[in-house]
C-alpha cells in the first residue's frame, strides 16, 4: 500500500493540491526563466557564530526603457524576506513578504504593478533580503527546539522578473541573473523573534537609484533556491493595517523612556529619531509593564529562554524582543524594522539624550489584510470591550499562518485554529487565507505521526485534535462558503488521512495527546481527541455525498456511529469517577449529541450543576471545551444563561481580563505576569457566540454558502440593543435589535437570492408588525407562522415589531 507521504508527492505532480494560477505571467525554473540568486555566504560552523552580525545583503539592477512603455510588472518572492524599491521608492504596501511555508514543498510569489514607478530612461530596482523563518537562529526554545533542526533552512535567496510592455506591444523581460550586483547592506542583524540591529552609518546612499556607483560590488550568485514550486499568491499580503498613536511617554528612570501604545497588538513602530553618529538606540518591547512603570517583557520571550544557557550557544540569556538603530550621518531620520515583527503595549527607548514627543511614534499594526466587512457591537461596553480585544487578538496572530501567540512562537497551531476558526470567519473574510492552510497542512503532515503545527516545526505531541484541523478547517470553508471546489480537489488525500488516523488509532479511541488545553481543570484527551475523531468522521460522510461516493457515505456513517457509541459508553453511560472537567464533559457531550435525545435534560441538569460549582458560576473551560459550552449552553438551556457569565467582570472569564486592562485575549483564565501570552485567540470563541446567538446569524448547514440560514436574535434582559452584520457569499446580512419600552424593534436584511429562517421571541400575549422597507407593497398577512415569531423572509429589508402595543 502507498504511504501517505508517496500519495503526497503523487498528487504534487499530477498537480491535485495546488491553487491554481491566473498570472498572466509565471516565475519557472525552465531555461530563460528568472533564477535565484543569493549572496553565496557560507552558513557558521558552530551555533554560537549565528549571533554574530550578519548583514543583509542589498541587490540592485539598472535598466533603460528603449521606447514609450504602457505597463511593467514585478513578479518576485524570496526564501527568507524581502523588500523591494523602484528609483529609491518601494514596490508595493506588502511587508514579511512572502508569507510563510515550507520552502522546500511551495513559496508563492507577488506581482505588483511597478508602471508609475519607472522613469522614461533610466532606471533601477534594488533588492534587500531578509532572514525570515529560512534563516532562523539556532535559539534552543524552551531549551531544547531549534529551529534550524527542523525547517528548511538556508542563506536567504530571492527570484523575480520585470514584464516590461511597451506601446508597439513588445514584451521585455529583466530577471534576476548574476548580472546582478550585490553588497552588505546597513541592516547588521535581523530575525522574527529577537529583532533587528541597524547601523545607518554602514547606509550606501542611492544605491537603489541610477547612477550609483556599484564598482566595488560583487556579481550576485545563482542560488538552486529551496526546491518548493512557485505559485502566485492567491490570499491577501502582510501589510500595515492600522496605524496606533501613543497615549502616554513618561520617564520611569532616568533616560529611559517608556511608550504607552494604549492596546496590545502585534507589529512594528516608526520613529523620528535624533542624534550623532554612532549614537545607539535600544528598543525593547512587552505587552505589560511592572508596578514600577518599568517594561516587563516576559510575556513575549521567545520559546521561554529566560536564563543563561537555556537558548544554547551564543543565544541571550533572556530572548527578549529588541531592536536597536545606530545613527549615521543624519541628524534626523525616521526609523521603521522591516524584517521583523514585535508583540507589544508598551515600548521601552534607551540612547535619547530627551523624551520623544508622541507626534514623533507611530504603532504599526501588521496582519494578512484580510476583509474586515463583518461587524458586531452592542449597548454593552463590557461585550465591546470584549469584542475589540478579540478581533485586535486575531489579526494580531495572523502573520500569514493563524498562531496561537505572536510573540513567544508565532507558530500554527491546530488546536487553537480548531477552537476559533469559525469566530475568525465571523469576523473577517477568511475563504483564501484558509485555503492557503490547508495546503499549508498538506505540507506539513507525515505517514506515520500527527504534527501540531503547519508550517511544521517539528512538534508532534498534542495529537489528532490539532492535526484535524486541516479537515475541520476544510468543513467550514464548505458550510460558510461553499468551497465545494476545495473538497474535490482534497477528497483524496482526505481519505487516505483518515487510513492514518485509523492505523494509529485502531479501536476508533484516542489515547494520546493533549486535552482541553488551559482548562482549570484536567480533561483527559480521550474526551476531546475522540470526539474531534468522531467530528471529523461526520464530515468525512458529509463530503462523501457531496463526492456521490455511496461507499463512503455508509463508511465514514458506521465509523461515526462506533466513535459515538465508544464515547458515550465511557462517558455518559457509567460513573466518570476519575477528576475531570464536567462542564467541558457535558458540554462535549451535548455539542455533538453523543446523548441520547430521551437523556439530553439529565445532562443539561449536570452541565448547569458544574457551572453552579465554578468560581462566580463561570466557565473553567479551556481551548475546546470554552467553544463547546457556549454553544451547548445557549442551544440547550438559554442564550440569556450564557449571556449572564459572558457579561460578567468576575473570575473567570473575559470579563475578569478587560478589568485587568486586557486589550488582547489571554492564553489563561488567571493572570500572567511572566509564563503566558497575553495575546492568544483560543478564547475568542465568544466572538462566535456574539453573532450566533446575540446577532443570531447561523449558517443552515443543508444550505451550505448562506443561501439559506438562520436568524435566531436573543434579546438579553440586560442589554438594550445589538447590530451584527456578515458579508455572505450572496451578499450583507444584517440583524439589528433595539429596545424601545416595551417592545423590541429588530432590523433585518436578507441579500438577493437567498432565504432567511427567522426565529424570534414572542409571548402569546405579545402582538408581531412587519413592514419590509424596501417594498411598500408587501402584504405580511402571507406570512406562514408570522404570528408565532417563526417564519421564512426572502431577499429585502424588514423592520420587525414585537411588544405589547
Not at 508517496?6 to 531555461?31: M, Q, R
Request: charged fraction near 25%; glycine fraction near 8%.
Amino acid at each position: 500500500m502507498k504511504t501517505l507521504f508517496a500519495f503526497i508527492i503523487l498528487l504534487y505532480v499530477s498537480g491535485c493540491i495546488s491553487p491554481k494560477n491566473d498570472s498572466d505571467y509565471t516565475l519557472l525554473h525552465d531555461k530563460g526563466a528568472a533564477k535565484w540568486i543569493g549572496d553565496n555566504k557560507t552558513q557558521p560552523e558552530h551555533d554560537s557564530l549565528f549571533y554574530l552580525d550578519d548583514p543583509a545583503p542589498l541587490f540592485r539592477k539598472e535598466f533603460t526603457l528603449s521606447k514609450e512603455l504602457k505597463s511593467a510588472k514585478l513578479l518576485i518572492t524570496a526564501a527568507g524576506y524581502y523588500r523591494a524599491s523602484i528609483n529609491g521608492h518601494r514596490v508595493g504596501r506588502n511587508m514579511l513578504d512572502p508569507a510563510w511555508t515550507d520552502y522546500s514543498k511551495r513559496i508563492y510569489y507577488s506581482e505588483y504593478d511597478i508602471t508609475d514607478l519607472l522613469d522614461s530612461e533610466k532606471n533601477c530596482i534594488g533588492v534587500t533580503l531578509g532572514n525570515g523563518f529560512y534563516n532562523p537562529l539556532p535559539m534552543r526554545m524552551w531549551g531544547s527546539r531549534n529551529l534550524r533542526e527542523t525547517l528548511n533552512t538556508g542563506r536567504p535567496v530571492f527570484i523575480g522578473k520585470m514584464v516590461l510592455e511597451y506601446q508597439d506591444g513588445k514584451i521585455e523581460e529583466i530577471s534576476t541573473d548574476n548580472a546582478w550586483k550585490f553588497t552588505e547592506g546597513p541592516l547588521l542583524k535581523n530575525n522574527v523573534y529577537l529583532g533587528e540591529v541597524y547601523d545607518a552609518r554602514e547606509e550606501p546612499t542611492g544605491w537603489d537609484k541610477p547612477g550609483f556607483d556599484d564598482s566595488s560590488w560583487n556579481n550576485a550568485v545563482y542560488a538552486e533556491g529551496p526546491g518548493g514550486k512557485l505559485q502566485k499568491a492567491f490570499f491577501p499580503p502582510i501589510q500595515v493595517t492600522k496605524r496606533i498613536s501613543p497615549v502616554k511617554i513618561y520617564e520611569p528612570k532616568e533616560q529611559v523612556y517608556m511608550v504607552d501604545m494604549g492596546v496590545n497588538f502585534a507589529g512594528v513602530f516608526k520613529i523620528k529619531l535624533e542624534g550623532k553618529p554612532g549614537d545607539s538606540i535600544v528598543f525593547r518591547f512587552g505587552e505589560r509593564i511592572y508596578p514600577g512603570g518599568t517594561l516587563n517583557p516576559m510575556t513575549t520571550v521567545c520559546g521561554q529562554i529566560k536564563k543563561e544557557g537555556i537558548g544554547g550557544p551564543g543565544a541571550p540569556a533572556v530572548a527578549w524582543q529588541t531592536d536597536t538603530y545606530i545613527m549615521g550621518d543624519q541628524e534626523e531620520v525616521w526609523y521603521q524594522p522591516e524584517f521583523t515583527f514585535h508583540t507589544f503595549r508598551y515600548m521601552e527607548i534607551t540612547g535619547l539624550k530627551k523624551q520623544p514627543a508622541t507626534e514623533d511614534i507611530e504603532g504599526l499594526a501588521l496582519n494578512t489584510n484580510v476583509a474586515e466587512n463583518n461587524h458586531f457591537s452592542s449597548s454593552s461596553q463590557l461585550l465591546n470591550d470584549i469584542q475589540n480585544a478579540t478581533q485586535r487578538t486575531f489579526l494580531s496572530n495572523l502573520i500569514s499562518v493563524q498562531s496561537d501567540c505572536p510573540a513567544r512562537e508565532k507558530f500554527g497551531y491546530g488546536g487553537d485554529l480548531n477552537a476559533t476558526s469559525e469566530a475568525f470567519i465571523y469576523n473577517f473574510d477568511m475563504q483564501s487565507f484558509y485555503r492557503k492552510t490547508i495546503y499549508d497542512w498538506v505540507d506539513a503532515i507525515n505517514d506515520s505521526t500527527f504534527t501540531d503545527t503547519a508550517p511544521s516545526v517539528g512538534i508532534e505531541y498534542c495529537g489528532l485534535s490539532w492535526e484535524s484541523a486541516f479537515l475541520i478547517t476544510q468543513y467550514y470553508l464548505y458550510l460558510y462558503y461553499n468551497d465545494v471546489e476545495l473538497i474535490k480537489e482534497m477528497y483524496e488525500f482526505n481519505k487516505k488521512w483518515m487510513q492514518k488516523v485509523a492505523r494509529l488509532h485502531p479501536e476508533g479511541w484516542v489515547d494520546f495527546g493533549l486535552g482541553d488545553h488551559e482548562s482549570l481543570v484536567p480533561v483527559p484527551v480521550e474526551l476531546t481527541g475522540t470526539s474531534h475523531y468522531l467530528w471529523c468522521a461526520r464530515i468525512m460522510k458529509k463530503f462523501a455525498t457531496v463526492m456521490h461516493d455511496r461507499d463512503g457515505e455508509k463508511q465514514y456513517d458506521q465509523l461515526a456511529e462506533k466513535i459515538k457509541l465508544k464515547l458515550k459508553e465511557e462517558f455518559w453511560d457509567k460513573p466518570v469517577t476519575k477528576e475531570i472537567n464536567r462542564q467541558t464533559l457535558f458540554a462535549t457531550l451535548l455539542y455533538y449529541d453523543i446523548v441520547p435525545k430521551e437523556e439530553t435534560t439529565m445532562a443539561v441538569d449536570s452541565l448547569l450543576h458544574a457551572i453552579e460549582q465554578a468560581p462566580s458560576g463561570h466557565f473553567t473551560t479551556g481551548i475546546f471545551g470554552t467553544k463547546y459550552i457556549l454553544e451547548a449552553l445557549s442551544k440547550y438551556v438559554s442564550p440569556e444563561k450564557t449571556f449572564q457569565v459572558v457579561n460578567s467582570r468576575e473570575y473567570p472569564g473575559w470579563g475578569f481580563m478587560i478589568n485587568n486592562d486586557a486589550t488582547t485575549l489571554w492564553e489563561t483564565w488567571k493572570e500572567s505576569d511572566n509564563v503566558y501570552s497575553n495575546c492568544h485567540p483560543m478564547f475568542g470563541s465568544v466572538s462566535e457566540w456574539f453573532y450566533k446567538w446575540l446577532g443570531g446569524i447561523q449558517p443552515d448547514p443543508g444550505y451550505p454558502g448562506f443561501e439559506k440560514f438562520l436568524l435566531t436574535p436573543t434579546v438579553p434582559e440586560n442589554l438594550e440593543n445589538v447590530s451584527s452584520s456578515y458579508v455572505s457569499p450572496h451578499g450583507k446580512i444584517v440583524s439589528n435589535w433595539k429596545k424601545s419600552g416595551r417592545m423590541v424593534q429588530y432590523e433585518i436584511e436578507i441579500p438577493r437570492g437567498t432565504t432567511a429562517s427567522v426565529h424570534l421571541k414572542k409571548e402569546s400575549s405579545q402582538k408581531i408588525e412587519l413592514k419590509k422597507t424596501d417594498d411598500a407593497k408587501f402584504n405580511p398577512t402571507r406570512l406562514e407562522g408570522l404570528s408565532s415569531g417563526h417564519f421564512e423572509l426572502q431577499e429585502g429589508r424588514y423592520l420587525i415589531t414585537i411588544g405589547e402595543m
